[in-house]
């Protein structure tokens, strides 16, 4: 009986482009579970809603940085990441979605007497609002369907999360009575993001 030739190997299923945005996505959201965990189980300290609060204005902070890294990183390294740009901006906006819904629903209770006095009051919210207001639009219009309807108009549209960057720098900055090296070093890493869109991509030249 003549010998079987050997079953070529199996190529692996790569997952498809949208699976891993998803799963990026989901476990951006892990740090969010964490704190809601640690904080219904009493491990946050004596003020858990403060703690969630700032936690998660953090992370929207953090993964908005990550999102404006991933173009420089591209054109001055070669590291090609755009595939995940849109889930890091939506956990950006994700984050700061819970940030406002801590402050507004579970610190002040959705008193609008309350929520006036403070806007009136502390200018760093008016910052911190607006900057969420142009990431909800930019969350609402990352769809394929809003791309196809915006156009041209997309890319302008969306230029704007450099301004969300600079009022959420503001917003950060100025939140505290007292000193915090943490905010400027966030501003200082947004500037530097913001800074290389003006620089324009080295030319390689051919050889010879």
């Known amino acids: 009986m003549a010998p079987t030739a050997p079953s070529p190997p199996r190529k692996r299923k790569r997952l498809s482009p949208l699976t891993r945005q998803v799963l990026l996505y989901l476990a951006c959201l892990v740090f969010a579970a964490y704190d809601l965990g640690q904080g219904m189980a009493g491990n946050l300290g004596p003020n858990p809603v403060s703690a969630c609060l700032h936690d998660f204005g ?49 610190a ?21 609002f607006l900057a969420f207001l142009i990431l909800l639009v930019l969350a609402l219009t990352s769809t394929r369907r809003a791309i196809r ?8 549209l969306h230029k704007t999360v450099y301004l969300a960057m600079v009022l959420a720098s503001i917003h950060y900055s ?35």
């Open 58 to 106: 953090r992370y929207a902070f953090r993964f908005l940085l990550l999102s404006l890294a991933v173009t420089p990183l591209k054109r001055f390294a070669g590291v090609d990441l755009m595939l995940y740009r849109r889930p890091l901006g939506l956990a950006a906006f994700s984050y700061a979605a819970l940030h406002v819904t801590f402050y507004v629903g579970v």
């Open 108 to 128: 002040r209770h959705f008193d609008g007497h309350i929520l006036w006095k403070d806007f009136t009051s502390r200018p760093f919210l008016t910052f911190g």
């Open 149 to 156: 309807a915006l156009g041209r108009k997309w890319a302008p």
């Open 174 to 208: 100025i939140a505290f009575k007292i000193w915090h090296v943490e905010p400027f070093i966030y501003a200082a890493l947004a500037a530097l993001l913001l800074i290389t869109r003006l620089i324009k991509k080295p030319v390689r030249k051919q050889a010879v």
